[in-house]
């Protein structure tokens, strides 16, 4: 570790040791903005579908004679439509149910990514042990000394 980043003296540790901490914080953070997006993302693409699966049967329970009825028999679905329909809010477009499968897509590629940061992390955690571990084996051996040896006296 110490030849691929090129450390030859103990300042050398320290300052490589900082800049791998600040790197790892660093790709932490990115692993979370991934995470959020994917969270997001999943959220409105789950959003698209059930506005999608259940429109057809909001406009007949909209179009119904007997609305008490219909609601009855299809409570559980008016109510998933209606959550997804106030999630997707004023912004929504009709238009977006098209969306849904570049929606999945992106997912798939934002989840990709995800790993390959997680891998790269994973790494550089390691790396940083192993730093860890050569700081303290140098900061033990610096700090060592002979032990004294009494002579023991002769009567």
């Not at 800049?19 to 959220?43: F, G, P, V």
């Not at 119904?64 to 998933?80: C, G």
Request: net charge neutral; aromatic share 8%.
């Amino acid at each position: 570790v110490m030849n691929e980043l090129n450390i030859v003296t103990v300042d050398d540790l320290y300052k490589s040791l900082k800049e791998q901490n600040m790197d790892l914080t660093l790709q932490s953070r990115k692993i979370k903005d991934i995470e959020n997006k994917i969270n997001q993302l999943a959220k409105r693409g789950k959003d698209l579908q059930t506005y999608k699966n259940y429109y057809k049967l909001y406009q007949n329970y909209q179009n119904s004679t007997d609305k008490d009825e219909f609601y009855k028999v299809n409570i559980d679905k008016i109510i998933l439509f209606e959550a997804a329909k106030n999630a997707l809010a004023d912004s929504f477009n009709l238009s977006e149910l098209g969306d849904i499968p570049r929606i999945k897509n992106e997912l798939q590629i934002l989840k990709n990514e995800k790993d390959i940061e997680v891998e790269s992390f994973r790494k550089q955690k390691n790396k940083i042990s192993e730093l860890n571990l050569l700081r303290i084996n140098l900061e033990t051996y610096m700090e060592w000394k002979e032990p004294v040896v009494e002579k023991k006296r002769e009567h």
